[in-house]
C-alpha cells in the first residue's frame, strides 16, 4: 500500500494557545528573553499585518507600535499543549509524531478511507482545528518530507506518486536544509527543488556534504524514514473489583496487599521506586474515599509499604461498603538497583520508616535535618531541609563558641562598649563576672535582612556570677545592648 | 546500693527521663551524644527560641540528629511515643510545654521500654510525671577557671537515692567530667 503522510504545522502555537483563553481583538504578541533581549516569539494575525516579525526585538516593536498588547511566553505549556494536540491527532490514525516545537506528523497509511478519503479527512481536520482557534498547514504527501515542505511552503496535496511534480517549484529551503546550505545553494542560482533535482548526484555530494541529497531522497521517498509516535508516559496504577462489598480495615488491609505486590513488580521492572502513594475506594454508593501515603524514601517493597498505611486505612469511613480499590503510585522516582555488601550498611530504614508515619501525623515537611551553610550570621550559619528530600552530610566547623540556644534578639538596658557590670534580663538582675569578647561579625551586604539594619555587632560571651553564660551583643553603629542567645 | 554518678549518666535505656532547669538543653545534648543510632528531638513549631546547631556540634555530631516541629503539645507527645516506640534512634528529646499526666507519662515509658530507647524529656520546673525514672535539675555555676562548670542534681531517682554533682563538659574528650560531689 503506498504510504501517505500528513503534515500539520501551526505557524502561531503559542499565540493561538494563549489567545484561547484571552481574546484580544488587537494586535498582540507573545515575547522570549532570549540573550538577555526581549524578542517578540510569537504573534497574531493583526500584529503580522502591522508588519512586525518574530525575532524582532521588543523595545523596537513597542517604539514602533505603542499599543501592542504583549505577554511573556511559557514554553513549557507550549510543549504540554503539542502533547495534547498529539493525543487529538490519534483520532485519525495510531501513529503520531511531533515535528520540531510546532508541527505534528501523521503517518494516515490505510486510514483516510475512515473519513471518506484524504480530502474530507483533511477538511475535517481543517475544520476542528480552526474550531479550536488553531491557524493550521496541512501537507499531504508520498513521504513525511514532502508533507513537510507542502506544510510550510504552499499548503497543497500531493497525489500518491505525484510528490516531485508537487514540490518541484518549491525553494530548496523546503528540504529541512540548514540555513548555510541553502545560502549556498541560492547564491549558486539552485533555488527549486527541480534544479537541485536535475544536478548530478556525484558534484552535489562533493560540494555539499551528503545533507541535500539525503534530504531530497527522503522528500522523494527514495530514502525511509519513519513517524514515530511519543510513547506513553509509564502509570504505575492498579485495581481490584469485588464481587460484594467489603467493611473491615483487615479486609482493606488484604486487597492493599495484593494491589501492591503487583504495582511494586512494576516499579521494580522499572527501576522506579513510589514517593506517594494513592488509595482510592469507591464505596457502594459511588462515594469514594482516598488516603494518600507520602514516604520519606523511595520505595518499593510491599512489606514495608504495608504496614505505614495502616495508620491512614483505619481512618477510612466504609459506609454501607466498599466494592472498589485503586492504588495509584501518584510520584515515582528513580530507584536504581544497587549492590548491597557487608561492609557498606545500607540507608537506615527504620528511620525512614519512622519518619514516613510521624509525617502522616504532623507533616513531612515538619521534619528536618540541619546542614551547614557557609555564613558567619549565627541564624545563617546553618540550613534547614526537609529530613525525606535530604541527605545528612557537610562538616561543622567550630570556628567559635557558639550558644547552643538562640533566640529574636532581646534588648537590654546598658550603654558603653564593653559588656555591662550588671543588668538584668528576663526580670533577673544579673551581675558580669567575666566578659569574653569582643567578635565582630558584619551584616553580609549581599542579603537584605531586617534584623541586621543596626549594622556591626560586637558579641560578648557573658559569664554572669549568677551562673547563667549569655551571649551578648553590642551595635556600635546604633548603640545599644541585646541578648541573642544562651550557652549551655 | 552503689550511688556514683557513672550508675545515673549515661542515662539508663530503656527508660524516660526528665531534666529542668536553665542548662536542661545541654544535658540534653550531652544525652543525644551517647547511643550509636541518631537522636530525635521534639519541639512544638511555634517556639521561637531555637536549637542551634553549630552550639550542638560540640556535644553531638548535628548530622544524627532530626528535628521535629510538631504544631500541638498533643502532637508532640504522639511523635515521642512514635519514636521512643519504633527503636530507629537511641535517644528521643522532646521539649514539652505542659505538665504530663499520668496516663501521657505512664505510656512514653512503656514506649521507651519496648523500643530500647532513651526518652528525655525537657520540662519546667515542677511539670514532671510520676512515671520518669530520674528527674534532673541543671543550672549554671559560675567558676573563674572553668566556663562550663554545671550543677546537676537528681531531684527524683526511682531506683536509688538523691544526690547533687558538680560537673563540666570536656569538649575534646566529649565527656562529662565529676569535679565533685555532695550528698543531700
Known amino acids: 500500500m503506498q504510504k501517505r503522510v500528513v503534515s500539520l504545522w501551526f505557524p502561531r502555537l503559542a499565540s493561538d494557545r494563549f489567545l484561547r483563553a484571552r481574546t484580544v481583538d488587537a494586535p498582540f504578541a507573545l515575547t522570549l528573553r532570549e ?310 550498611s545500607g540507608p537506615d530504614d527504620k528511620l525512614d520508616d519512622l519518619i514516613t508515619r510521624l509525617g502522616s501525623r504532623i507533616g513531612l515537611d515538619n521534619i528536618i535535618r540541619f546542614l551547614p551553610s557557609d555564613s558567619h550570621i549565627p541564624e545563617r550559619s546553618y540550613i534547614t531541609a526537609s529530613a525525606a528530600y535530604s541527605a545528612p552530610g557537610g562538616a561543622w566547623p567550630a570556628l567559635h563558641h557558639r550558644p547552643l540556644r538562640l533566640f529574636p534578639p532581646e534588648q537590654i538596658a546598658a550603654s558603653g562598649r564593653t559588656p555591662p557590670r550588671g543588668f538584668r534580663w528576663r526580670r533577673m538582675a544579673l551581675s558580669t563576672a567575666r566578659a569574653t569578647g569582643p567578635e565582630r561579625i558584619a551584616p553580609e551586604w549581599w542579603l537584605e535582612d531586617e534584623a541586621w539594619r543596626t549594622g556591626l555587632r560586637d558579641y560578648w560571651m557573658v559569664e554572669t556570677r549568677q551562673g547563667r553564660r549569655l551571649w551578648l551583643f553590642h551595635t556600635p553603629q546604633n548603640p545599644g545592648w541585646y541578648v541573642q542567645g544562651e550557652f549551655a | 546500693m552503689n550511688n556514683s554518678f557513672k550508675d545515673h549518666f549515661p542515662l539508663r535505656k530503656s527508660r524516660a527521663h526528665e531534666v529542668t532547669g536553665p542548662t536542661a538543653l545541654s544535658f540534653a545534648a550531652i544525652a543525644c551524644g551517647h547511643g550509636g543510632k541518631g537522636a530525635m528531638w521534639i519541639v512544638e513549631s511555634w517556639q521561637q527560641e531555637t536549637l542551634n546547631p553549630v552550639g550542638l556540634a560540640p556535644f553531638c555530631d548535628p548530622a544524627k540528629v532530626v528535628l521535629v516541629r510538631a504544631d500541638s503539645p498533643i502532637d508532640v507527645l504522639a511523635a515521642s511515643e512514635e519514636a521512643l516506640r519504633s527503636g530507629a534512634v537511641s535517644t528521643v528529646v522532646a521539649e514539652l510545654t505542659k505538665p504530663l499526666g499520668l496516663t501521657a507519662g505512664r505510656r512514653l515509658q512503656l514506649a521507651a521500654e519496648a523500643g530500647k530507647t532513651t526518652g528525655v524529656f525537657i520540662i519546667s520546673d515542677g511539670m514532671g510525671s510520676n512515671a520518669t525514672e530520674t528527674r534532673w535539675r541543671c543550672s549554671p555555676e559560675f567558676d573563674a577557671q572553668d566556663s562550663t562548670l554545671q550543677r546537676w542534681e537528681l531531684i527524683k531517682n526511682k531506683s536509688g537515692t538523691l544526690k547533687v554533682w558538680r560537673v563540666r563538659w570536656d569538649a575534646e574528650a566529649r565527656r562529662v567530667i565529676v569535679v565533685s560531689e555532695a550528698g543531700e
Not at chain 1, 72 to 84: E, G, H, I, K, N
Not at chain 1, 172 to 188: E, F, I, P
Not at chain 1, 240 to 254: E, N, R, V, W, Y
Not at chain 1, 292 to 312: M, N, T, V, Y
Open chain 1, 35 to 344: 540573550n538577555n533581549t526581549e524578542r517578540l516569539y510569537c504573534l497574531n494575525m493583526k500584529a503580522e499585518e502591522l508588519g512586525l516579525r518574530r525575532g524582532m526585538g521588543f523595545s523596537d516593536a513597542r517604539a514602533l507600535f505603542p499599543d501592542l498588547q504583549t505577554c511573556p511566553t511559557d514554553p513549557r505549556a507550549d510543549s504540554l499543549f503539542l502533547r495534547a494536540l498529539t493525543r487529538w491527532a490519534a483520532r485519525y490514525c495510531p501513529w503520531v509524531g511531533q515535528e520540531g516545537v510546532d508541527g505534528l506528523v501523521l503517518n494516515i497509511t490505510g486510514s483516510a478511507h475512515l473519513f471518506g478519503g484524504e480530502a474530507a479527512l483533511l477538511a475535517d481536520m481543517r475544520a476542528r482545528l480552526s474550531r479550536a482557534g488553531l491557524t493550521a498547514r496541512l501537507g499531504l504527501a508520498d513521504t513525511r518530507g514532502g508533507a513537510w515542505a507542502l506544510a510550510r511552503f504552499g499548503e497543497g496535496v500531493a497525489l500518491p506518486g505525484k510528490t516531485l511534480e508537487k514540490i518541484a517549484r518549491l525553494p530548496v529551503a523546503s528540504l529541512r536544509l540548514t540555513g548555510s546550505v541553502c545560502d549556498t545553494l541560492q547564491r549558486l542560482g539552485i533555488d527549486s527543488i527541480a534544479d537541485l533535482h536535475a544536478l548530478p548526484r556525484a558534484t552535489l555530494t562533493r560540494r555539499f556534504g551528503r545533507e541535500p541529497l539525503l534530504r531530497l531522497d527522503q522528500a522523494l521517498g527514495d530514502q525511509p524514514e519513519d513517524v514515530s509516535p511519543l510513547p506513553d508516559p509509564p502509570r504505575y496504577s492498579a485495581r481490584l473489583s469485588l464481587p460484594d462489598p467489603i467493611g473491615l480495615a483487615s479486609d482493606i488491609t488484604a486487597g492493599l496487599q495484593r494491589l501492591l505486590e503487583q504495582l511494586c513488580v512494576r516499579l521494580t521492572n522499572a527501576e522506579q521506586g513510589a514517593r506517594t502513594l494513592q488509595l482510592t475506594l469507591r464505596r457502594v454508593d459511588q462515594a469514594s474515599q482516598q488516603v494518600e501515603l507520602r514516604l520519606a524514601r523511595p520505595l518499593r517493597d510491599p512489606a514495608r509499604i504495608l504496614p505505614l498505611f495502616q495508620k491512614g486505612v483505619e481512618t477510612v469511613d466504609a459506609g454501607f461498603g466498599i466494592d472498589q480499590l485503586r492504588l495509584e503510585a501518584t510520584l515515582v522516582e528513580d530507584q536504581p538497583l544497587r549492590q548491597i555488601s557487608h561492609t557498606s
